[in-house]
T-cell receptor
Framework: DTGVSQNPRHKITKRGQNVTFRCDPISEHNRLYWYRQTLGQGPEFLTYFQNEAQLEKSRLLSDRFSAERPKGSFSTLEIQRTEQGDSAMYLC???????????FGPGTRLTVL | AQSVTQLDSQVPVFEEAPVELRCNYSSSVSVYLFWYVQYPNQGLQLLLK??????LVKGINGFEAEFNKSQTSFHLRKPSVHISDTAEYFC???????????????FGAGTQVVVTP
């Protein structure tokens, strides 16, 4: 069990560029969550996968955001045409069952200039 | 509306003193409650959770919390803190009852604990 990993850890981009983040969950976990955390706030839910199926998307997730989890393994979160308001820490978490502990990765910190 | 409120944004405390972090929630369905800790430049780590059963739950690093359904609270306590407890603490809730929640966590805004000698 190597824990949840996220890459890259930091990303600086210019407004209007596209960015993609990767999350590798704990291998036997079939549930995967993405959250976003801005300075001074708690994480906010973005989207959820059970295996490869994306079952819920938050209203926070505009059309510029897309997430995938091919084959129910790693997941990617893509942001198109980034805006300064997208600057945040993007957290990934995985779990075995619906009310079990969610294990969090270290996050990807996005800065949009 | 479903919400999670952490009543203190920052709690200064002296080393070896007790600390209590307050968390209140609002929900129309059953709840599952969690406390997470975030050390500087690290990911979130689970301290403890309440799913059912005894309302007093014990977690790692000497922390405990009590679920009070009538007061809709889940306060976190530690009888004697260490310098290493300096971190941000988040209360989180899963609003259960239906599959619509999908187990997603709703977090409070966090409480920064600063332990000084």
């Amino acid at each position: 069990d190597t824990g949840v990993s996220q890459n890259p850890r930091h990303k600086i981009t210019k407004r209007g560029q596209n960015v993609t983040f990767r999350c590798d969950p704990i291998s036997e976990h079939n549930r995967l969550y993405w959250y976003r955390q801005t300075l001074g706030q708690g994480p906010e839910f973005l989207t959820y996968f059970q295996n490869e199926a994306q079952l819920e998307k938050s209203r926070l997730l505009s059309d510029r955001f897309s997430a995938e989890r091919p084959k129910g393994s790693f997941s990617t979160l893509e942001i198109q045409r980034t805006e300064q308001g997208d600057s945040a820490m993007y957290l990934c978490a995985s779990s075995l069952a619906i009310y079990n502990e969610q294990f969090f990765g270290p996050g990807t910190r996005l800065t949009v200039l | 509306a479903q919400s999670v409120t952490q009543l203190d944004s920052q709690v200064p405390v002296f080393e070896e003193a007790p600390v209590e972090l307050r968390c209140n929630y609002s929900s129309s369905v059953s709840v599952y409650l969690f406390w997470y800790v975030q050390y500087p430049n690290q990911g979130l780590q689970l301290l403890l959770k309440y799913l059912s059963g005894s309302t007093l739950v014990k977690g790692i690093n000497g922390f405990e919390a009590e679920f009070n359904k009538s007061q809709t609270s889940f306060h976190l306590r530690k009888p004697s803190v260490h310098i290493s407890d300096t971190a941000e603490y988040f209360c989180a809730v899963i609003h259960g009852g239906t599959t619509d929640s999908w187990g997603k966590l709703q977090f409070g805004a966090g409480t920064q604990v600063v332990v000084t000698p």
